[in-house]
């Protein structure tokens, strides 16, 4: 019998590292988005903004809030909820399921390595929460540089320049 | 033919409980290698030893010359394994598990090549959470195959299947051992030992009892044939106890039951004929591996 197997193999030119990265990255987001319950957990922070978002109260600019609107201060708490969220239920809820299921321990038998499927789910969830929190009612349609200048609170008038809301957003 | 996985003197216990006392095997290229033991005997705790997963508290474990602790880069390249009881996300499409499972490897196998061949390529699109138990364990062998491993470790295999999914997963183990894998396959199936191993190690208590071909163990474990038909037409015991090869002759009804040497058939059929009495529902039970395992695992009771 020959010493090596008569599988047809797919050899790369080198070993790469960044190739099972990307694999596990777009995999975890596909299964995020088709996870009921992790999409719902998504949701929320969206469907706040929505609601919020369109009620004129919280979108009044304010002389107290320094010419923002309660709207604009919230976004920026939404956003640090969004994250505690993710880093706190959302990716120990996955991890845990994981080992529970025994995911974990058959990736231990192969040559991925913890680092990799570690980054890659930390990848993936961050891509999420950008998402959720750079589609605000505010940044429809997207401006030219969507999604990161609408993480900022930007005032609409008076407007009022603050570090990092000023770019091409300032225009609309 | 060269040893691939060698283990000598493997000891593990979980607190007070000694798991596995004292294993030492040797499986060589090319074979399917059983492991039997009935539940706890230590099988699964030898092999997670082997892939690497656990550390023995004793022995020495070299699987192709390389330490399942020490090398373990060099280990998850060429060994696959299909452990018990592990899933995948239920939301996880077959193609895509493959693929990404694929990715981890330096040479893989081509994954898609590997579905035809484990008949899964229509199910390609289908999420794990929707397959059948057959289908998953497909799924869960492709993922061993899909590193284009050098030995396969497979764990309690068809445990949960119908007879007929548990037939096809036996002829895909012999298909893939026909592609050069070595196969170590843990199961406490007796029908699946006799039909797909060269060789089994029958563990108990966490000891090899026995190390041989399932006919050999079978053999060893009892030279007793037993005989039942109906007679056409009534005779006497004594035609047939009067033989030197049978045992014991009893009648249950108009069924009549003989015992004796592996010769005690021939004997007795011969002397039927003879008298003219035909043997209906002629049954001869032959000793199995299921009758050397429950002999050689007895012992310790």
Same mark, same amino acid.
């Given at each position: ?172 | ?78 060994? *696959? ?11 996880? !499409? %077959?193609?895509? +598990? =493959? /693929? #990404?499972?694929? &990715? ?20 390609? *699109? ?11 364990? !497909? %799924?869960?062998? +492709? =993922? /061993? #195959?899909?590193? &284009? ?34 196969? %170590? ?117």
């Amino acid at each position: 019998m020959s010493a090596t197997t008569t599988f047809t193999t797919v050899s790369r030119p080198v070993a790469r590292p960044g190739f099972a990265l990307g694999r596990i990255t777009i995999t975890e987001l596909k299964l995020t988005v088709r996870e009921p319950s992790r999409m719902i957990r998504l949701l929320i922070p969206f469907v706040l903004l929505v609601i919020f978002g369109s009620i004129p109260f919280y979108t009044q600019d304010r002389a107290s809030l320094g010419g923002y609107s309660l709207f604009d201060a919230y976004l920026p708490i939404l956003i640090a909820y969004a994250l505690g969220m993710t880093a706190l239920t959302g990716l120990s809820t996955v991890l845990a399921g994981y080992r529970e299921k025994g995911v974990l321990r058959r990736l231990r038998t192969t040559p991925v390595g913890p680092v990799r499927v570690l980054a890659g789910q930390l990848i993936a969830q961050l891509a999420m929460v950008a998402v959720m929190t750079s589609s605000s009612p505010r940044c429809w349609p997207p401006p030219r540089c969507w999604p990161s200048a609408c993480w900022w609170p930007r005032s609409r008038a008076p407007a009022r320049p603050l570090r990092g809301s000023g770019c091409c957003c300032s225009s609309r | 033919m060269p040893a691939v996985i060698e283990v000598q003197g493997l000891h593990k216990s979980y607190g007070a409980t000694v798991a596995v006392d004292d294993v030492s095997l040797t499986v060589d290229e090319g074979e399917i290698f059983g492991i039997l033991g009935r539940n706890g005997a230590g099988k699964t705790t030898t092999v997670e030893c082997v892939e690497g997963l656990r550390r023995p508290d004793r022995g020495t474990i070299s699987v192709l010359g390389l330490d399942p602790r020490q090398d373990r880069a060099k280990l998850t390249q060429v060994v *696959g394994a299909q452990l018990q009881d592990s899933q995948l996300p239920d939301q996880l !499409r %077959v193609d895509e +598990a =493959l /693929a #990404l499972y694929s &990715s981890f490897y330096a040479k893989p196998a081509d994954w898609r090549e590997l579905m035809d061949m484990l008949g899964l390529a229509e199910k390609a *699109g289908t999420r794990f959470g929707k397959l059948s138990g057959g289908q998953k364990q !497909r %799924v869960s062998i +492709a =993922l /061993a #195959l899909v590193g &284009s491993p050098r030995v396969a470790v497979l764990d309690e295999l068809t445990t949960g299947l119908d007879p007929q999914a548990r037939r096809d997963t036996w002829e895909l183990i012999k298909n893939v051992r026909a592609r050069g894998v070595t196969i %170590v396959l843990v199961t406490h199936f007796m029908e699946e030992a006799e039909r797909l191993c060269d060789r089994v190690a029958v563990i108990d208590h966490g000891r090899v009892v026995a190390i041989d071909s399932p006919a050999q163990l079978a053999e060893q474990a009892e030279e007793q044939q037993r005989i039942q038909f109906r007679p056409s037409v009534p005779f006497d015991d004594e035609l047939l106890t009067s033989l030197p090869d049978v045992t014991s002759v009893t009648r249950r009804g108009d069924v009549v039951l003989v015992t004796g040497t592996s010769n005690a058939l021939n004997a007795v059929t011969s002397v039927l004929a003879r008298n003219q009495i035909v043997a209906r529902q002629l049954r001869v039970e032959q000793a199995s591996l299921e009758d050397a395992f429950v002999s050689l695992t007895s012992r310790g009771n």
